[in-house]
């Protein structure tokens, strides 16, 4: 099943009752689970498993069928009994099962291939167009958010609301009156460059960064240092370092704490996260590391505040860590 699929049906007000949704755009299936109910003016129920939409002989408020979300039963995917009788057990409801990744060689895949979209990120040129009609960006500009935000439709959008708010702010900010002539306003290619420069609109990091936080977190205080310069030289904003290692100091503390074998189920950290920082446990005390979070956050607020030059901020959040 595709996209044009899903239209046709809307357009035909002829909707199945089952969907199974998967890949790595969540804002658009966001976006079709939210028209697929309001189609058929049922509620949006969010469920922890399959069973739970089986099971539902009732209906929502006013006796209304009821369109279930259900994401990442393991249960049902390996439950084959349960597959062919599904759609009849729906009956008047409505089931759409999302899938952070289906093996398209799996039985589950074969027997549910015609109810499964694939959501992909979209094409550069679409996401352009979309850029364009929520905010007026140039077209480098529009290229260069779909960059950082890795294609991401919904990183997008959040991005296009801190620009908005920004320029909200400055335009309800007083007139500046200079010697003859009144500041202009800023523009939205302004908004983004600065806080695109400023860190607030996050940056994928660098491989230079990944290698410094690892040093880091290594307790490898000459390399750090050497890294952090590599860094500077690529012109790294300060706070995207302080960012990054903030979340790799977090990520080990979250692995270093967990007493269960299940690390990804508990912390909610994926394998490739884990593995990240698996081989640093035990460099650094428990508490030593829940003190450097708090070291991290104190000097990110100093640097908005002023309290703390923004030139100085990671040398200190350095020395903070390695000499704990």
Known sequence: MTFTDIKRQLQAQR???????????LEVQRAYINRIAEAKQQLVRRIDSVTEAIKTKGRGLLDNPICFVCRDDADFQKTESAWDSLETLLGDNTLIYVATKIDKRSKFYTN???RIVIFDHMTEQVLIKHIKEQVNLSTDNCKELIRVCEADYG????????????????EARPFEIATDSIQSAMTTNEAFEKLLKDGTIYQPPTDAI?????????????????LWQECIDLGEPSLRLLL??????????QVQSCE???????TGLTTWEINLVKDKVGIYHTGELV?????????????????????FSVPYAMISLLSV
């Not at 959008?157 to 320029?167: C, F, H, Q, S």
């Not at 979070?293 to 030139?311: D, H, S, W």
């Open 244 to 253: 990054v290692l903030y979340q790799g100091v977090k990520r080990l503390l």
């Open 210 to 226: 990944f290698s410094w936080v690892d040093a880091l977190l290594s307790g490898k205080s000459r390399l750090a240092f050497k």
């Open 112 to 114: 549910f291939e015609k």
């Open 260 to 266: 269960v074998k299940d690390i990804s189920t508990n």
């Open 291 to 311: 003190e450097a979070l708090r070291n991290i956050k104190a000097i990110e607020t100093g640097i908005k505040t002023g309290l703390i030059e923004e030139e």
């Open 155 to 170: 990183r997008i959008l959040t991005e296009i609301d801190k620009i908005n708010m920004l320029l909200d702010a400055d």
């Open 15 to 25: 909707l199945d009752n089952l969907y199974i949704f998967t890949g790595e755009e």
